[in-house]
Nanobody, 125 residues
Framework: QVQLLESGGGLVQAGGSLRVSCAASGRTFVGYVLGWFRQAPGKERDFVAAISWSSGDTYYADSVKGRFTISRDNAENTVYLQMNSLKPEDTAVYYC??????????????????WGQGTQVTVSS
C-alpha cells in the first residue's frame, strides 16, 4: 500500500525559510513524478513543484520559482521542498503527490495517483 507522509510544516515569519518532507513508501517510484501542491482556505488546490524520481528533472509554478527548491533522496525515498523568502500568501496546507500519467503535464492533478494527508504551513506578516 502506497503511503505519502508529509512532515515539517509549521509557523514562520515572512522572509523566513521552512523545509517540508514527504516520506514515500509501498512501491518503487521509478518512472513516477513526485509533486507538491498547496491549498489555502477557501481556494482551490494549486500546483507548486514536481520532480522526476528517475531523472531529477524539476518543474515549478511561477509563483514559487526562485524561492522554492524541490529535491529527492532516492535512498531515503523522500522528497523535500525547501521554501525560502516565504510570504504570507504561501500560507496553505501542502500536499505531496505521486503519479505517472505525465502526458497530462506535471502541474495537472490527474497525473497523480497517490496523495498525502498534508502539512500546514503558516507564514505570518
Amino acid at each position: 500500500q502506497v503511503q505519502l507522509l508529509e512532515s515539517g510544516g509549521g509557523l514562520v515569519q515572512a522572509g523566513g525559510s521552512l523545509r517540508v518532507s514527504c516520506a514515500a513508501s509501498g512501491r518503487t517510484f521509478v518512472g513516477y513524478v513526485l509533486g507538491w501542491f498547496r491549498q489555502a482556505p477557501g481556494k482551490e488546490r494549486d500546483f507548486v513543484a514536481a520532480i522526476s524520481w528517475s531523472s531529477g528533472d524539476t518543474y515549478y509554478a511561477d509563483s514559487v520559482k526562485g524561492r522554492f527548491t524541490i529535491s529527492r533522496d532516492n535512498a531515503e525515498n523522500t522528497v523535500y521542498l525547501q521554501m525560502n523568502s516565504l510570504k504570507p500568501e504561501d500560507t496553505a496546507v501542502y500536499y505531496c503527490a505521486a503519479g505517472r500519467r505525465t502526458l497530462f503535464g506535471w502541474p495537472k492533478d490527474r497525473v497523480y495517483d497517490y496523495w498525502g494527508q498534508g502539512t500546514q504551513v503558516t507564514v505570518s506578516s
